[in-house]
C-alpha cells in the first residue's frame, strides 16, 4: 500500500514565522513547500504532492478561510491545519466549519503542530 505524502505545504505571509514552521516540520522529517500567500498556492506547481496544508487565517490578499473553501469547492480532500495570532472565537468557528484537522494560536508549542500533522497524514501522533 502506497504511504500518503509527507509534504506539507505552509501557507504564511510572514517570512519569518513561515521559515519557523518550515524549519520545525523539517526537523520531524516532513518535506515542506512555502507559499507567502493564498494565490502563490493556488498557482504553485502541481506535480508536487502535498498530503497537508498548515495555513494562516489571516493572509493578505484571500484569507486561510476563503482558500480552505475554493479548495473545498474543487473536490480537494487535502487536510488543513489552521495557524493564527489572533484569539477570535467567532473564527475559530469557521475554521471547524471548515473541517480543519486543528486550529492553533500563535505561538503554539511544537508538539501540538507536529501532532496536527500526522493526524493530518493519518500518523500516529507524538509522545
Given at each position: 500500500m502506497e504511504r500518503a505524502p509527507r509534504t506539507v505545504a505552509v501557507v504564511e505571509d510572514d517570512p519569518s514565522m513561515r521559515r519557523s514552521v518550515e524549519r520545525l516540520l523539517n526537523a520531524h522529517g516532513f518535506v515542506t513547500e512555502g507559499y507567502a500567500s493564498a494565490e502563490a498556492f493556488l498557482h504553485r506547481d502541481t506535480k508536487s504532492r502535498i498530503g497537508c496544508l498548515v495555513l494562516d487565517i489571516?493572509?493578505?490578499?484571500m484569507?486561510?478561510?476563503?482558500?480552505?473553501?475554493?479548495?473545498?469547492?474543487?473536490?480537494?480532500?487535502?487536510?488543513?491545519?489552521?495557524?493564527?495570532?489572533?484569539?477570535?472565537?467567532?473564527?475559530?468557528?469557521?475554521?471547524?466549519?471548515?473541517?480543519?484537522?486543528?486550529y492553533l494560536h500563535k505561538p503554539f508549542p511544537a508538539v501540538l503542530l507536529i501532532d496536527a500533522v500526522n493526524k493530518a497524514l493519518g500518523a500516529a501522533p507524538t509522545d
Open positions: 489571516h493572509l493578505r490578499g484569507s486561510g478561510i476563503e482558500l480552505r473553501h475554493r479548495l473545498k469547492s474543487a473536490g480537494s480532500k487535502l487536510p488543513v491545519v489552521f495557524i493564527t495570532a489572533v484569539d477570535d472565537k467567532a473564527l475559530e468557528l469557521q475554521g471547524a466549519q471548515a473541517d480543519c484537522v486543528a
